[in-house]
């Protein structure tokens, strides 16, 4: 089973017909897509995933707020809503789904605000209560979290103790950050930023012990790099690709 987390940037726009086309490439079997948009673009990127097999979708975009950053889920299998009581309270920031494939799972995505929104640190504090409450089985946290290690996942300082004490917290409660599971002190950055083109790691999937022993691959991948040789072409932040094995 192949799972593909992805901010797509700004809701794709003109790009949804190749991310689209990505996305099938990589074979995946379920994708979180964050800065999904519920506009015309977003609307299309929706039924061409569809007609690749992802046809079951949630989505938290709202109809009154069409060119709001939502999230959208889509999979090859039927899924459900799970509230969580505590979680973030940012509803088109965060959403739970049960997906009822082979190997059923929960997956939670995420898409985690900025620091100098003054929301972020609330909205870390929800997902680690509701990973400390876990009683959902196996599961992955996964999305665009604005956080990474301090040194290992940034090209120059930005990440603070804050923020990478969310991240040993979620170890100590059970949940590992597949890359760094599986790629230990690897060096990968999945956004850069605009202006000093500085590689940052702030996309990142968590796993819990009852999934991470189906845990087989976890990598970062830019859309459309090889094909143009360029990194951003279809978004300003590489892929996560997991693949989890049914054995």
Same mark, same amino acid.
């Given at each position: ?13 003109? *790009?949804?017909?190749?991310? $689209?086309?990505?996305?099938?490439? !990589? $074979? ?7 800065? #999904? ?14 007609? @690749? ?5 949630? @989505? ?12 959208? /889920? ?12 505590? $979680? ?13 494939? +082979?190997?059923?799972? /929960? ?26 409450? !876990?009683?959902?089985? +196996? ?47 690897? *060096? ?17 999937? #968590? ?14 991948? !830019? ?6 040789? *360029? ?13 989890? @094995?049914?054995?």
């Amino acid at each position: 089973m192949r799972i593909v987390a992805w901010n797509i940037r700004a809701g794709g726009g003109r *790009r949804v017909g190749a991310i $689209g086309r990505q996305i099938e490439r !990589w $074979g995946a079997d379920v994708v979180g897509l964050s800065e #999904f948009r519920i506009t015309p673009p977003g609307r299309g990127l929706m039924t061409a995933l569809a007609a @690749t097999g992802l046809r079951y979708q949630l @989505t938290t975009a709202h109809p009154r707020r069409p060119a709001s950053n939502a999230l959208l /889920v889509a999979a090859r299998w039927p899924l459900r809503r799970v509230r969580l009581g505590g $979680g973030p309270g940012e509803p088109g920031r965060w959403i739970v789904v049960e997906v009822a494939g +082979p190997l059923p799972f /929960v997956l939670g995505v995420m898409h985690v605000p900025n620091r100098v929104s003054g929301r972020k640190y609330p909205f870390l504090d929800a997902v680690l209560r509701c990973a400390h409450r !876990w009683q959902l089985g +196996p599961a992955l946290l996964v999305g665009d979290t604005n956080s990474g290690r301090r040194g290992i996942d940034e090209e120059v300082p930005s990440f603070n103790r804050r923020e990478e004490g969310w991240i040993d917290a979620l170890a100590e409660c059970g949940w590992l950050d597949a890359f760094r599971h599986l790629r230990a002190d690897t *060096r990968a950055y999945t956004w850069y930023s605009p202006n000093g083109r500085n590689g940052f790691r702030i996309d990142q999937a #968590f796993v819990n012990a009852p999934l991470l022993a189906r845990l087989k691959d976890a990598a970062y991948v !830019w859309g459309g790099a090889a094909r143009r040789r *360029r990194r951003d072409v279809l978004s300003d932040h590489a892929a996560l690709v997991l693949d989890l @094995t049914d054995l």
